[in-house]
């Protein structure tokens, strides 16, 4: 199972990175169930096979921060035997997991105060976390305009689009990631999500740094909603990820190299607001 989770990670089948930390915090789980010889033998594999996941995608934040808490967890204490490290590895996992779910519904919820009823908004890409925020908003008697970008090329945004029309107090439009700066007049707030933040710099889908520039300089305030396991300080060293060029193009590149960067990387200088389960700041 954790082979298979560092393979599905690494080819990124599953979009969400709090999604894949706690898919990877799961897959730990497995060690729970072998037997090793001595205390020391199974610590050596929780690091080793902890170690393996970060690897498999090293643009993920929250991948890192919930696999070190486990390790941090269990190596920081004394085991009588295996299995006392064992039933430790299961509440580090269960803790884990328990913060990141409940961080992002109370970031959606943070994220939902801060919508205001009748706003224009204009979203990229397919975050549940901003998802959550605009539907637990309609849901509570607010109505919204969403302008949502297609977000190339994998065209998540299409996603968000279908999902947020399904609600019947949300206009939702479909526009092409170009289009943006055309729309922004109309619009009261950018909102996006995040892959994380580390110091004074988003990482996001791609796209989000042209964005970002161009609503600051049409005065659109921008507000980026994720949970705070996604918040980095120290310890970490965003990589970004180069999809495959058929993402963009079917047909061979001919004599010109397609490129395909997974994540940009925008100054939160360009952000007004961060939204996180902790609650609202300026960065």
């Known amino acids: 199972m954790i082979d298979q989770t560092v393979d599905e990670i690494a080819d990124m089948q599953t979009?969400?990175?709090?999604?894949?930390a706690v898919k990877a915090a799961r897959a730990l789980g497995e060690l729970t169930d072998r037997e090793f010889p001595a205390v020391e033998e199974y610590l050596r594999a929780l690091e080793r096979n902890s170690n393996a996941l970060r690897r498999a995608n090293p643009s993920h934040a929250s991948l890192h921060n919930t696999q070190a808490r486990v390790v941090e967890r269990v190596t920081g204490e004394d085991h009588d035997s295996v299995a006392a490290a064992q039933r430790l590895t299961e509440t580090a996992i269960d803790a884990v997991v328990e913060t990141v779910e409940e961080g992002k519904q109370r970031a959606a919820e943070?994220?939902?105060?801060?919508l205001a009823d009748d706003d224009t908004l204009l979203v990229h890409d397919y975050s549940t976390t901003v998802l959550s925020a605009v539907t637990r908003a309609a849901e509570a008697g607010a109505s919204f305009t969403v302008y949502v970008t297609?977000?190339?090329?994998?065209?998540?945004?299409?996603?968000?689009?279908?999902?947020?029309?399904e609600f019947e107090a949300v206009?939702?439009?479909?526009?092409?990631?170009?289009?943006s700066g055309h729309y922004l007049s109309e619009c009261d707030r950018v909102v996006v999500g995040m892959d994380c933040i580390v110091e004074d710099t988003l990482y996001n889908r791609v796209g989000t740094y042209p964005l970002a520039a161009t609503a600051a300089d049409a005065g659109v305030p921008v507000a980026v909603i994720g949970s705070a396991a996604k918040l980095v300080d120290t310890g970490f060293a965003f990589e970004n990820e180069f999809r495959a060029a058929s993402e963009v193009m079917?047909?061979?590149a001919d004599g010109f190299v397609v490129e395909n960067p997974a994540y940009d990387a925008t100054p939160t200088r360009l952000v007004d607001t961060v939204?996180?389960?902790e609650g609202r700041f300026d960065p």
Do not use: I, Q
């Not at 943070?110 to 801060?114: K, N």
């Not at 299409?158 to 999902?163: D, E, F, N, Q, V």
């Not at 206009?171 to 289009?179: F, K, N, Q, R």
């Open 110 to 114: 943070h994220g939902a105060d801060l």
């Open 171 to 179: 206009d939702t439009h479909l526009l092409v990631d170009s289009a």
């Open 275 to 277: 939204v996180t389960d």
């Open 15 to 20: 979009h969400s990175s709090s999604v894949v």
């Open 150 to 165: 297609e977000a190339r090329p994998r065209y998540l945004g299409r996603k968000m689009a279908r999902r947020l029309a």
């Open 250 to 252: 079917r047909e061979p």
